[in-house]
């Protein structure tokens, strides 16, 4: 029952609500951003990773805004990619990876250049307490499960990604991969992706000791957090995507190009990772004798011999003409 005492010319509030979200919406740049799903949290990731590059900068951060600033160009990269809206890429996948980024940057962040608290430890609250953190590493170096939820939030994401551009893949070549093979693309191209990402981090620290990444156990238990994580987002992926129904059947042969030059990658990228991942929960580490350095190595010649079969592999099909390398030429 509509209460007596509103007036017959006072708009219910609901009413104002959608009046007010109607004419925000009609703003010209709100219009233009709106056209295109993707453009929203690409804008949002620029602005906060610039944000947090300037806010490091201020506070001498200089590992973090070294990091944010990585950021702004990856997210500069992406929209060179995504702003037009070809590729049909859910803002979901973007989002969840701009939650990964968000833990990465700013959970270290919240970290202090001096060694001690940080901005946000006030009111008596001690390091690991609500945002207050310390040390230069900021809530890596509180919480030890940060970095899992780091790592695994941003499997899911890469995966959850890769998923949906494979579908788009498969249609666009009428390809017809089965679910199975999009699920295996996606998984292996993430799980390769993060793999590679200790590299990089292992040369970050061994050649400009840029940051401290914990030793052994913790780049191995980073592995098994990737795996959780690309494994999770590429059943999102198959499951909670509705934009193409995928192929039941088995893939159509020939695959295309990109596919066999990716499973080049992947599959001796991948199967470095599991070793590495079975060395810590099998043997305890044995292999690598518990060694930081001898894993960070053991990573990079994965990777060089993973490049190393994509290039034969490439060589391969050009030298015998294979017609799917040439189709568009």
């Known amino acids: ?27 010209p740049v709100i219009k233009y951003l709106n056209e295109v799903p993707e453009r929203v949290p690409l804008l949002v990731m620029l602005i906060s990773f610039t944000l947090i590059a300037i806010w490091d900068h201020q506070r001498h951060l200089i590992l973090w805004r070294n990091y944010a600033i ?14 037009s809206g070809r590729m049909m890429i859910p803002p979901l996948a ?22 001690g608290p940080g901005p946000f ?12 953190a310390d040390g230069i590493n900021g809530m890596y170096h509180v919480h030890p499960m940060w970095d899992r939820l780091t790592h695994g939030v941003g499997g899911v994401a890469l995966s959850y990604g890769f998923v949906i551009s494979f579908k788009r893949l498969s249609t666009h070549f009428s390809a017809n991969l089965s679910r199975g093979m999009i699920f295996w693309l996606a998984f ?66 020939p695959l295309p190009i990109i596919v066999q030059l990716t499973q080049s990658f992947i599959i001796p ?18 292999v690598m004798n518990r060694n930081y350095e001898s894993l960070g190595m053991y990573l990079t010649a994965a990777t060089t011999a993973s490049m190393s079969v994509l290039l034969l592999q490439y060589l391969r099909l050009r030298l015998f003409a294979n017609p799917i390398i040439h189709e568009n030429e």
């Open 94 to 115: 973007l989002w969840l990876g701009f939650i990964a980024f968000i833990l990465h940057f700013g959970g270290g962040s919240l970290g202090s250049a001096d060694q």
């Open 269 to 286: 990228m991948t199967t470095s990772a599991f070793i590495a991942i079975a060395d810590l929960l099998i043997v305890g580490g044995m």
């Open 121 to 132: 430890c006030w009111g008596g609250l001690k390091p690991g307490q609500g945002l207050c």
């Open 188 to 253: 292996g191209v993430s799980m390769s992706g993060m793999a590679v990402f200790e590299v990089y981090e292992f040369f970050g620290r061994m050649l400009f000791l840029t940051t401290d990444q914990g030793g052994y156990v913790n780049t191995a238990g980073d592995l098994i957090s990737d795996l959780v994580g690309c494994t999770t987002g590429a059943y999102l992926g198959l499951t909670m995507d509705k934009w193409q129904t995928v192929w039941e059947g088995a893939s159509q042969r």
């Open 70 to 83: 990585t950021g702004v160009f990856g997210d500069l990269l992406l929209i060179a990619v995504f702003w």
């Open 1 to 27: 029952m509509r209460d007596s005492t509103i007036g017959p010319d006072v708009e219910p509030m609901g009413g104002v609500v959608m009046n007010l979200k109607n004419k925000f919406e009609k703003i």
